[in-house]
């Protein structure tokens, strides 16, 4: 994230990510985008960052939520901090050399707010341990990654490569004849795009998008009518499989086609809102734009 110009002078009273930690530190991420987040964090390792995203689920997930945060707060809120504590409780990693990464929209929801409810759960058993912000509103300047335009173009790239391998998977899995022939074409191309993204290697999108839609549309299919399912609502729910319970597998087995919107459309629709602010209230809260 790009610094905010006007950082508070004060110390915070939380422990702050510092460049120096990029070598030192392994940054856990939450199963927030179960697709998509492959390839986002090969982006950031690319530029010198050690990532490993959660997997652990189940009802102790569900449990440490409980325990860290009030039960009136938003049930995304629960899991994401859940799925840190139970993390950090399980003695896979060393709090000295661990930092939690959350994404905050700058909206007055909870993705503004995650941050501070899981300093608080952190601090009676894990002080130490900083919590990094992945916003591009100004927020959490002193404790914050940095992204330049290259790294940006690069995220909008995973996004946009996710999310055609996610819509072109929903549209195939349901029909295949060789049962498993979709997954392996969705795990062939998430390896060869992380691999392009965490060399920084060249890609040719057109081309590569041609590619994609070729092997997939190679998948004989059955010629059958199955009923379409749309996964909507709150963006955590909608893209994690920690949090609907795995919903598109769900319906997989119930015989349906699941169609889950695209992530870039959640990402044109923030960034419309944000000059459609501008043009109302007269100032755009956005270190992209300010930049």
């Keep these: 994230m790009t610094k905010h110009p006007h950082s508070p002078a004060a110390s915070p009273s939380y422990p702050v990510f510092?460049?120096?930690?990029?070598?030192?530190?392994?940054?856990?991420?939450p199963d927030m985008l179960t697709v998509h987040i492959g390839l986002i964090l090969s982006v950031f390792e690319s530029n010198g960052y050690q990532t490993q995203m959660l997997t652990g689920g189940g009802q102790a997930v569900?449990?440490?939520g409980l325990k860290n945060v009030h039960n009136d707060t938003c049930y995304p809120a629960l899991l994401v901090i859940g799925q840190f504590m139970n993390a950090l409780k399980s003695g896979k990693y060393d709090p000295n050399r661990i930092a939690l990464l959350?994404?905050?929209?700058?909206?007055?929801?909870r993705a503004s707010n995650y941050i501070s409810l899981l300093?608080?759960?952190l601090r009676k058993s894990f002080p130490q341990v900083p919590v990094i912000s992945l916003n591009f509103s100004g927020l959490?300047?002193?404790?914050?990654?940095?992204?330049d335009l290259k790294v940006f173009l690069s995220l909008l790239d995973a996004v946009f490569y996710a999310d055609i391998l996610m819509l072109l998977y929903n549209q195939c899995k349901p029909y295949e004849v060789i049962e498993g022939q979709t997954d392996a074409v969705r795990a062939?191309?998430?390896?060869?795009?992380?691999r392009i993204f965490k060399n920084k290697g060249k890609h040719n999108r057109n081309a590569f998008y041609r590619?994609?839609?070729?092997?997939?549309?190679?998948?004989?299919?059955?010629?059958?009518?199955?009923?379409?399912v749309g996964i909507i609502g709150?963006?955590?729910?909608?893209?994690?499989?920690?949090?609907?319970?795995?919903?598109?597998n769900f319906l997989l087995t119930e015989g349906c086609e699941p169609v889950v919107p695209l992530l870039s459309e959640f990402i044109l629709y923030a960034t419309t809102a944000g000059f459609v602010n501008a043009k109302l209230y007269g100032h755009m809260n956005s270190s992209i734009v300010r930049n």
């Design 18 to 29: 510092t460049p120096e930690m990029k070598k030192t530190h392994l940054i856990l991420v």
């Design 62 to 64: 569900v449990d440490e």
């Design 102 to 109: 959350l994404p905050q929209t700058g909206g007055g929801c």
């Design 188 to 194: 062939k191309w998430n390896k060869r795009l992380s």
């Design 140 to 147: 959490e300047a002193d404790s914050s990654i940095e992204v």
């Design 211 to 228: 590619k994609i839609l070729k092997e997939f549309g190679e998948i004989e299919r059955k010629s059958v009518t199955k009923p379409k």
């Design 119 to 121: 300093r608080k759960a």
């Design 234 to 248: 709150e963006i955590y729910v909608k893209y994690s499989a920690l949090a609907n319970n795995s919903l598109e």
